[in-house]
Nanobody
Framework: QVQLVESGGGLVQARDSLRLSCVGS????????MGWFRQAPGKEREFVGV??????YYGDSVQGRFTISRDNSKNTVYLQMNNLKPEDTAIYYC???????????????WGQGTQVTVSS
């Protein structure tokens, strides 16, 4: 059974940094695309970014501020968030899929989410 468990969320102030982690279990994800989405209250789920075996892609709203990395030995994907803004407040979800293209449309596995709140 595949499980994704996020951690690292919390309450921070604007311009602060935060790093989220997502640990996967149930299979080895080295050849999978791993990514992040977020959902703010009253809004649709938004693509944050994805990391494949050799490439990374980001949503426009986080480009230049957020960085995704992975440690395949730990089955873990990270989201380093710098220069946080109040509009980054959301529940952040880890997602895994068989390809970078697929994850944007239909991730195969989801985590339960972790809350990030940025105060002004």
């Amino acid at each position: 059974q595949v499980q994704l468990v996020e951690s690292g969320g919390g309450l921070v102030q604007a311009r602060d940094s935060l790093r989220l982690s997502c640990v996967g279990s149930g299979r080895t994800f080295a050849s999978y695309a791993m990514g992040w989405f977020r959902q703010a209250p009253g809004k649709e789920r938004e693509f944050v970014g994805v990391i494949g075996e050799t490439s990374t892609y980001y949503g426009d709203s986080v480009q230049g501020r957020f960085t995704i990395s992975r440690d395949n030995s730990k089955n873990t994907v990270y989201l380093q968030m710098n220069n946080l803004k109040p509009e980054d407040t959301a529940i952040y979800y880890c997602a895994v899929s068989f390809s970078v293209a697929r994850i944007r449309v239909a991730p195969d596995f989801w985590g339960q989410g972790t809350q990030v709140t940025v105060s002004s």
